[in-house]
């Protein structure tokens, strides 16, 4: 079976520019999250999708924003981009709607470079 | 991550044990991972314990858990050259919308050398 699935792998982009992110979860999982990880650092929570729905929204600004199709495929988007979103984006998915004894299983990420 | 710590960095020789140490904070029930993330690379999760446990095995693998302490670690066996990589310690937050989502300490970058 496939696993999470991202695209692209990697981006360069340049400030102010616009940015979308797209992620395919596990067959039969309902649940996307996203997260930052910067260079030497954990990666940190930016949204959570389940059926559509937002269920959890970390520390991010409003520049930041995601959604999730029927299909439960996602896409985040950032508007712009400072020299400060070059980052790795994870996206994960899980079964359902993100339950405390939920697994997250991550895709490779996509690399972001903002010039 | 400031909620979980880890030490950076950890060298060992191949075919000795590795043991990479985690400190949590939430003092209630929650879930807690080990991830491996090799380079370039998007995170593996390795094994998961609950809190109301204390061991975990898994081949290689042997997670222990102090709950008293709010301490985790995680002790790989006959360590390999392939082992290098960065582990990261997770435990499970309540978000905002209700649901729970891992978050995560800095990463242990662990060095196996011959």
């Known amino acids: 079976d496939a696993g999470v699935t991202q695209s692209p792998t990697h981006l360069i982009k340049t400030r102010g520019q616009q940015v979308t992110l797209r992620c395919s979860p596990i067959?039969?999982?309902?649940?996307v999250s996203w997260y930052q990880q910067v260079l030497g650092q954990g990666p940190q929570f930016i949204f959570q999708y389940y059926e559509k729905e937002e269920r959890g929204r970390g520390n991010f600004p409003d520049r930041f924003s995601a959604r999730q199709f029927p299909n439960y495929s996602s896409e985040l988007n950032v508007n712009a981009l400072l020299l400060g979103d070059s980052a790795l984006y994870l996206c994960a998915s899980s079964l359902g709607a993100g339950g405390i004894q939920e697994a997250q299983y991550f895709g490779p990420g996509t690399r972001l470079l903002v010039l | 991550g400031e909620d979980v710590e880890q030490s950076l960095f950890l060298s060992v020789r191949e075919g000795d044990s590795s043991v990479i140490n985690c400190t949590y904070t939430d003092s209630s029930s929650t879930y807690l991972y080990w991830y491996k993330q090799e380079p370039g690379a998007g995170l593996q999760l390795l094994t998961y314990?609950?809190?109301?446990?204390d061991m975990k095995q898994d081949q290689r693998l042997t997670v222990l858990l102090n709950k008293k302490d709010k301490h985790l670690s995680l002790r790989i066996a006959d360590t390999q050259t392939g082992d290098s990589a960065i582990y990261f310690c997770a435990e499970s937050i309540r978000a905002s919308g209700g649901s729970y989502i891992p978050t995560f300490g800095r990463g242990t970058s662990l060095i196996v050398h011959p």
């Open positions: 314990i609950f809190s109301n446990m």
């Open positions: 067959s039969g999982h309902k649940s």
